[in-house]
């Protein structure tokens, strides 16, 4: 898609005038923010783009993020629009906030490049409607080796790479790329130095076998100041580490898309991983999955490669809807197109649909609060009214 045009979006931005809902009264007990100024529903405004992607919340400085695939949006509690970043012809994802510098990092694919990168955004300098991911200085990009390496694998050993298409035997695991990301300790491990976990995209194809896992790399992101460069689309960078820090596997049955939405959750020590439903009948398709924080990885076979393999296995919670057939856990929820951790057993879930504007079609971003309950089929209820 072309970059959107600066002055379609500032009239769109006037006419999605953004309002927030009522405010939530704080949890007895604490153990998170102060919640008593979070509203229960922050509408992102109208954009002439494709659907909301992810959002990720700075409840201290009030701040709203909003990855809307060729564009980031930044608004106040309100759903007041602050600035934009636009340009993007890329597909940018998930989103989520580093906690130790303050910028928003995200997944950044160009499939057609054999290209993925983590798109770092400095908002504290996005203070207009209009600004460019390339010329004004708010974003870098860092490279990701890995993730080319197993999207471009010829695994049918026939030397021709078929490209971007999920009716192939080609990209090691079905991956289709990158989508989901969050910062949240190593797994199984409570503490430490944030880690920022990737997840990828995995096509959905009920011909193979080798793609019913989730796949997340682990990066220490402390040194990637020496990686970090400004994106230029027409000539994109490699700029990026060889490796990750870790690499995770985690069987759900294969997906539509793999993690479209990572969030790592403070209150309960575990990562959420929300999906887009599988297709294949003998696996139960949940659209939810969560990780078990506390377990750690163990070395075991990453079942239904075409040749023996190794790696990381993580663990699924022992909760929720359970499959006896596949030994799978999971919920129904629709954190898929954004999922955020606000603390102390509270979350903002992101939905989109598309919507007409002057005989135009746009999409609507918005998120709703909601509380944790870990009950079965679904582990949230929507918070309506001030506690």
Not at 151 to 156: H, L, P, R, S, V
Not at 269 to 283: D, L, P, Q, R, S
Not at 295 to 304: F, L
Not at 356 to 374: A, C, F, K, N, P
Request: with cysteine; proline share 6%.
């Amino acid at each position: 898609m072309p970059p959107v045009r600066t002055f379609l979006v500032a009239a769109l931005a006037v006419a999605a005038t953004a309002v927030a809902g009522p405010a939530l009264a704080a949890p007895p007990g604490g153990g998170g923010p102060d919640v008593a100024d979070l509203p229960t529903h922050i509408n992102g405004g109208v954009w002439p783009t494709s659907h909301v992607q992810g959002v990720t919340v700075d409840t201290e400085g009030g701040f709203v993020y909003w990855s809307f695939t060729q564009m980031l949006v930044k608004t106040d509690l309100a759903g007041n629009v602050i600035g934009t970043v636009e340009g993007l012809t890329g597909h940018l994802g998930d989103i989520d906030l580093d906690p130790r510098d303050g910028r928003v990092y995200g997944s950044l694919e160009y499939k057609a490049e054999e290209a993925f990168y983590i798109a770092i955004f400095d908002v504290d300098a996005i203070d207009r409607v209009g600004m460019n991911a390339e010329t004004d200085g708010v974003m870098t990009a860092v490279h990701l080796d890995e993730v080319v390496e197993d999207f471009t694998a010829d695994m049918d050993g026939d030397g021709v790479f078929d490209g971007d298409t999920a009716n192939t035997a080609d990209h090691r695991y079905g991956c289709s790329g990158i989508d989901g990301v969050s910062f949240g300790p190593s797994f199984g491990s409570r503490g430490g130095s944030p880690r920022l976990m990737v997840a990828y995209g995995v096509y959905a194809n009920t011909e193979r076998t080798d793609n019913d896992h989730q796949v997340i790399l682990e990066y220490d992101v402390r040194n990637w100041s020496r990686y970090e460069r400004p994106l230029s689309q027409s000539d994109p960078h490699r700029s990026g580490p060889n490796r990750p820090n870790g690499k995770y596997f985690v069987r759900t049955g294969n997906t539509t898309y793999g993690v479209q939405n990572l969030q790592y959750d403070p209150y309960t020590g575990n990562w959420m991983m929300a999906v887009y439903n599988g297709t294949k009948e003998e696996f139960p398709n949940y659209s939810f999955f969560i990780v078990d924080g506390d377990v750690k990885p163990r070395r075991g076979e990453i079942s239904g490669q075409p040749e023996p393999e190794r790696g990381q296995l993580l663990s699924l919670v022992r909760d929720g809807r359970y499959d006896p057939t596949t030994g799978l856990h999971g919920w129904d929820f629709h954190g898929n197109y954004g999922l955020e951790a606000l603390g102390g057993g509270y979350y903002y879930a992101a939905e989109g649909r598309a919507v007409t504007v002057d005989g135009q079609r746009r999409q609507l971003g918005e998120v709703y609060l909601y509380r944790w309950t870990g009950e079965s089929p679904t582990p949230f209820e929507r918070v309506t009214e001030p506690a």
